[in-house]
C-alpha cells in the first residue's frame, strides 16, 4: 500500500508538472499573440507603403555639408542621391515626380542649377550662375519651365545683390527676367498650380504680390512676415500670414485670399493668441496643416489641421520639447511629413518625422534632416 501511495503521490506530482508546464506555454502563447496583435495594429493605423519615398536634405555622420537623401515613408531604404562637395542648398521636384532641380555651391561661392532623375542618376548642370547665386527653383505645372532666384555675387565674402526672378527652359537652357523690369526684385516665387498666377515677396517691404501672367495685373496683399504665399490646389486661393498687433502684444496670424474678390478671411481668429504659419493644403484641398504657436507658450511649434475657412481646429502633435515645422502632405493626403528640432539638444540636427493623420501617430523616421518634401 506504502508503494502505491508513493506511485500515486508521484504520478499525481507528475500531473501537475505537466499541468503546469502547459499552462506555462499557453500563458507565454497569449503574451506573445497580444504582442503580435498590438503591432499588427499598429502598423494598421500607422501602415508602411512601400511606394512611398520621402525627398529630403540631410548630412551624414561627421559630414558639414548637407545632400540629398531619399528614404521609404517607414523609416528604411535610405539612400543619398548626390555628393556635391560644398554641399546642397535647395531642390525642387517636378510636378511628375521624374525629376529634381537643385541648387549647388562652387569653389569660387557662386551657386549653379543641376538636375537629377528621382532615382539620383543622369546628373547635369541645368544652369551656370558665374558670379551670382541662383538657389529657390519652382516648377511649372508644365514640368518644362521653372523660376529661380538670382543674386548677384559681390567682393568675396560680401552678401550678394538683392534677389531677381528669372525663367529656365530645363529643355533649351534659355533662361529670361520674369519682369519686363530686370531690376525688379522678388523672391519666394511660387506658380498657380493652374500655371496662370505667380506669388512672390517684395523684399522692400515684405508685400506678397500675385502677379496674372496671362494679363499682367498684380495684386498686393499687406504682409511683413517674408514667408511666401500657397496656392490652393483648385489655384483660386492663396494663404498668406501677417503680424497682428494690439497695442505692444502681437501674434502672426494666417489669412485666405480669394483672387476673384481680393477679399482677405483671417482664418487664425480675432483674438491675439496664436502664431500661426507654414500653412500647406491637402491634395483634396479640404484641409490646412500648419505650425501654431501660442505666444508666451513654454513649448515649441506645433502641427495642426484646420479647414480651409479657418473651422475644426485640432493639433496634431503637443511636445514642449520639439518644434515642428515645414510640413508635407503624402499624395494621398494620409499622412504627414515634418521637421522637427529638439529644444532640448539645441545643438542636434533637426530630424523628419511621420504622422498618420487618422490616427494621430507620430514616428521620428529620420534622426538627421530637414526640408522634406514627397516623391508622387
Known amino acids: 500500500m506504502e508503494t502505491e501511495d508513493a506511485v500515486d503521490t508521484e504520478n499525481s506530482q507528475s500531473r501537475r508538472l505537466r499541468w503546469g508546464v502547459v499552462l506555462g506555454i499557453l500563458v507565454v502563447g497569449v503574451l506573445v499573440a497580444l504582442v503580435l496583435w498590438q503591432q499588427w495594429g499598429q502598423k494598421q493605423l500607422f501602415p508602411a507603403r512601400a511606394d512611398a519615398h520621402i525627398l529630403y536634405l540631410g548630412w551624414e555622420d561627421g559630414a558639414n555639408e548637407s545632400q540629398l537623401f531619399v528614404v521609404n515613408a517607414d523609416g528604411s531604404g535610405q539612400k543619398r542621391l548626390t555628393e556635391e562637395p560644398r554641399g546642397v542648398l535647395d531642390y525642387a521636384v517636378s510636378p511628375t515626380g521624374s525629376q529634381i532641380v537643385y541648387s549647388a555651391i562652387n569653389e569660387d561661392d557662386s551657386v549653379d542649377l543641376w538636375q537629377i532623375n528621382a532615382a539620383g ?65 522678388g523672391l519666394g516665387a511660387r506658380i498657380s498650380p493652374n500655371g496662370r498666377y505667380l506669388s512672390y515677396i517684395s523684399p522692400t517691404n515684405q508685400e506678397v504680390h500675385i502677379y496674372d501672367i496671362k494679363t499682367g495685373e498684380n495684386i498686393i496683399i499687406p504682409s511683413q512676415t517674408g514667408q511666401p504665399g500657397i496656392w490652393s490646389p483648385d489655384s483660386e486661393t492663396l494663404l498668406v500670414n501677417d503680424i497682428q498687433f494690439q497695442g505692444e502684444q502681437f501674434s502672426i496670424h494666417l489669412f485666405s485670399t480669394n483672387l476673384a474678390t481680393a477679399e482677405l478671411t483671417n482664418l487664425s481668429g480675432a483674438a491675439l493668441t496664436t502664431n500661426d504659419s507654414l500653412p500647406v493644403f491637402s491634395p483634396d484641398g479640404e484641409w490646412i496643416a500648419f505650425g501654431r504657436k501660442k505666444p508666451r507658450a513654454p513649448m515649441g511649434n506645433q502641427l495642426w489641421l484646420m479647414r480651409p475657412d479657418g473651422s475644426e481646429a485640432v493639433n496634431l502633435t503637443e511636445d514642449a520639447e520639439v518644434h515642428y515645422n515645414n510640413p508635407a502632405w503624402s499624395p494621398d493626403g494620409s499622412q504627414l511629413v515634418m521637421q522637427g528640432f529638439s529644444l532640448a539638444e539645441p545643438e542636434a540636427a533637426p530630424s523628419l518625422w511621420l504622422v498618420d493623420v487618422a490616427s494621430g501617430l507620430l514616428e521620428e523616421i529620420v534622426l538627421s534632416g530637414m526640408q522634406p518634401t514627397w516623391l508622387p
Not at 544652369?127 to 559681390?154: H, V
Open 121 to 185: 542618376r543622369n546628373r547635369k548642370r541645368l544652369l551656370e550662375c558665374p558670379d551670382a547665386t541662383c538657389t529657390q527653383p519652382a516648377w511649372a505645372p508644365d514640368g518644362r519651365r521653372l523660376i529661380y532666384e538670382r543674386r548677384e555675387n559681390g567682393v568675396r565674402g560680401e552678401a550678394p545683390s538683392p534677389p531677381r526672378l528669372w525663367w529656365l527652359d530645363t529643355q533649351t537652357g534659355e533662361t529670361i527676367s520674369v519682369f519686363q523690369d530686370a531690376q525688379q526684385l
